[in-house]
């Protein structure tokens, strides 16, 4: 049959960002801070060549198609490098999480098959205390010493960068990530070559975060989690500067924004946390940035209004592992200019809104099956799907999706009708009394406004009459005093009257994961003989 016009074959493959980045913002600054307080600068340019470097070294020591290189490293211009080499030679770049436990480390070292370790020297210990656990690992790179093995400039030095990528097929896999598993081991989760340029496009959008030629950001979110939401490749398709810091150190981050002309930042609420403590404890003023981007946890109504307040637009994305990780980000809404201040902070407090490429809804929690409406009422069992969402786990027998792609996210949330997410908690901690569902994540945030709170963790624990009623464990803040009673008489006005928990029990800290967040599973099993009723 006569074709009657046609477009191109052009490969969505991660090779195709950096190329366009060398190419079209060769000199855009690359600047890293590194663990000994020391700064190097490169540019696309130099990542690109480096990248044909490493890539080549990668052939010389026989790793090949599909074989997995990790990393153990913080946030840096070599690890970038290293980014866009394995997945230029048809590699998989495992980003391990250092903060994993030691048991996990072996398991996704192992699981994953790992033959080559680029690791900051920082790490050392780790390094050492795992290699023998770690029998797949053939080659030890170390990105910034080379006292205990090969240094990787001098590794890369080696190479002369003239080299064509790899070439392959759109879908074939260039990263692997593990979850850090709240539940059983860690799962790997991996991203393909399509999924990660879809993923970065959709990240660069306004809608977004919102990124351009003229953006200069300091992604605090690690390259070992989630990839940095994707910041690095998005950042190359616009040809943005971008600022490293190997050191999670608020002076440090402080001081990198003020002098590099940071416009935009990513990170965890703790993050920010951190930042504002650091400036009021030194009488600083917050950086003037453009945008703010929170994600992993939700972020605090305080800290929204505080940055809102400093003229910062903030970005509360909500997302997981499973999907690259962008599944939600908030922005101006169509009704932005009509709102009262304390409407865009109430807004901008919930998750946002889907970008294109991903669908969203929420399904029944009892029977996880019917659909819900999105009234910014009904609350239900979270579903994702779409090309940057899990299909199946790492070495997977079965898919983790439904077969009509649905992923069910282990969130609970509420749509409202402009699409904005509301989440309210997870699915396993969610309490169910009397047939009715409490959100324990409500009742921590509520008793987290307590002035005498420094944490506060909810779990629904058995009841005889009422199947589960929430227990509110709390740890007091250093030198502050207060009694179970003013704790519920503060919860009172804010949560329904049948949400109030049936006890208040004082501790001195609250279990969390690898992450940093709250380890309920941890919690229910130190409590696993408390009794109700
Ligand atoms: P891990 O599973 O390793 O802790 P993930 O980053 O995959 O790391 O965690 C994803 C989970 O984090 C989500 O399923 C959700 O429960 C939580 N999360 C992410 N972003 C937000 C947010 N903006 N608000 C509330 N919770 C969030």
């Known amino acids: 049959m006569k074709v009657l016009g046609a477009m191109q074959d052009w490969s969505m493959r991660v090779t195709a960002i950096i190329d366009h980045a060398a190419r079209e913002a060769p000199t855009r600054e690359i600047v890293s801070y590194w663990a000994d307080g020391s700064e190097t600068r ?3 340019a130099g990542i690109h060549r480096d990248a044909k470097k490493i890539a080549q070294a990668l052939l010389a020591l026989g790793i090949g198609r599909g074989d997995r290189v990790a990393s153990l490293a913080m946030n840096h211009s070599r690890h970038l490098v290293s980014w866009y080499g394995v997945a230029g030679m048809g590699g998989v770049l495992h980003t391990c999480n250092p903060r994993l436990f030691d048991d996990q480390l072996e398991y996704i070292v192992n699981h994953a098959e790992d033959r080559v370790m680029l690791y900051d020297a920082a790490f050392q210990p780790i390094v050492d205390r795992m290699r023998d656990r770690w029998p797949t690992v053939e080659h030890y790179i170390c990105f910034d010493s080379g006292a205990h093995a090969l240094a990787f400039e001098d590794w890369i030095g080696a190479q002369n960068g003239d080299f064509a990528w790899v070439e392959g097929e759109e879908r074939d896999p260039c990263m692997l990530c593990y979850t850090s598993g709240t539940t059983g081991n860690p799962k790997g989760v991996l991203y393909e070559h399509r999924s990660t340029v879809l993923h970065a496009l959709a990240g660069l959008q306004p809608a977004a975060f919102n990124l351009s030629a003229s953006s200069v950001m300091l992604p605090v979110v690690p390259m070992f989690h989630a990839a940095s939401w994707g910041l690095p490749y998005a950042g190359a398709m616009a040809g943005i500067k971008l600022v490293f810091s190997a050191v999670n150190d608020p002076a440090v981050l402080h001081g990198l924004m003020e002098r590099e002309g940071v416009t935009d930042s990513a990170g965890v609420p703790t993050v920010w946390l951190a930042h504002f403590q650091y400036c009021d404890a030194h009488g600083l003023e917050l950086p003037r940035l453009r945008a703010a981007t929170i994600g992993g946890s939700a972020a605090p109504r305080f800290m929204v209004e505080r ?50 490429g991903v669908e ?69 901690d969610v309490i169910k009394s009397g047939g009715e569902w409490i959100s324990s994540v409500e009742l921590e945030n509520a008793a987290a406004g307590h002035p005498a709170v420094a944490e506060a963790a909810c779990v629904g624990m058995p009841h005889p009459k009422w199947d589960e009623r929430p227990v509110l ?61």
């Open 42 to 44: 490169t540019d696309w």
């Open 473 to 533: 464990f709390v740890v007091k803040k250093a030198g502050e005093d207060c009694r179970a009673e003013d704790i519920l008489a503060h919860l009172t006005p804010l949560v329904a009257r049948w949400w109030l928990p049936d006890a208040v029990e004082f501790v001195d800290d609250i279990p969390h994961t690898a992450t940093g967040k709250i380890s309920k599973k941890d919690l229910r099993a130190r409590f696993a003989d408390y009794r109700l009723g």
């Open 307 to 356: 940055l809102m307040k400093n003229g910062t637009r903030v970005q509360h994305a909500w997302g997981m592992t499973e999907t690259s990780p962008i599944g939600t980000v908030g922005g101006p809404t169509h009704d932005w200019d009509q709102l009262s201040f304390e409407e865009k902070v109430a807004k901008t407090a919930m998750q946002g809104r889907p970008v294109f």
């Open 360 to 428: 969203l809804r929420t399904v029944s929690l009892d029977d996880m099956e019917t659909e819900l409406p999105r009234d910014g009422a009904s609350s239900g069992a979270l579903q994702i799907r779409g090309p940057w969402v899990i299909k199946r786990y790492f070495k997977a027998d079965e898919d983790a999706a439904r077969p009509d792609g649905w992923f069910d996210t282990g969130d609970v949330g509420v749509l409202h009708p402009d699409g904005t997410l509301q989440l309210t908690d997870r699915t396993k």
